[in-house]
């Protein structure tokens, strides 16, 4: 192969990531501008934050396989569940509260905050004289919680939860003889 050829491939293939990088970050920017949902885009990022934060990536699977990965609220999609259950399950007055607390939250600059700093934060809100915000706290931290437990990886794969523990056989000889 010819050295000329060669560089019309390699400057083709650099001209062609760089154009999929462009065309992600371009849908990034619309996605931003016209995100339509429950919550805002912000306040999504609120809650996948919130939800790293009080349960970060790190719990081992129980199950030795070459390709486990450590779980987290984020892994296991707890973040989504906490959006769709503010969204659907919880009264008018205290989706207002929780939306209000996000923004508060970002306003703080929670976001672009570390980890320690963000725990720091929190505590902050759960020692807090303010009940709204001991009220915020509370709420995030159960739910958090109740939706990583109940997760398929963290049941099944963890606890090792079976649906109908033990063995059913069916068809069984009975001795009949007394």
């Known amino acids: 192969m010819n050295r000329r050829k060669s560089l019309k491939i390699l400057g083709g293939a650099a001209v062609g990531i760089t154009g999929l990088v462009l065309a992600d970050w371009k849908w990034q920017l619309i996605d931003q501008a016209t995100h339509e949902g429950f919550f805002s885009l912000r306040q999504e990022q609120m809650l996948t ?37 503010f969204e659907h399950c919880y009264e008018t007055e205290d989706q207002e509260l ?24 929190l505590m902050a809100l759960s020692e807090s004289e303010n009940e709204e915000d001991s009220e915020f706290f509370e709420t995030i931290k159960s739910e958090t919680i109740r939706g990583f437990s109940t997760v398929k990886e963290v049941m099944v794969d963890y606890r090792k939860y079976q649906l109908a523990p033990g063995m059913y056989n069916g068809c069984v000889n009975v001795n009949s003889q007394t």
């Open 98 to 121: 929780i939306k209000t607390q996000l923004d508060k939250l970002k306003s703080d600059g929670f976001l672009s905050a570390d980890r320690p700093k963000r725990e720091e934060m």
């Open 49 to 85: 934050a919130l939800a790293d934060t009080i349960i970060p990536e790190g719990l081992p699977p129980k199950l030795p396989s070459p390709d486990a990965k450590p779980i987290g609220a984020i892994s296991t999609g707890t973040d989504k569940f906490l959006m769709r259950l």
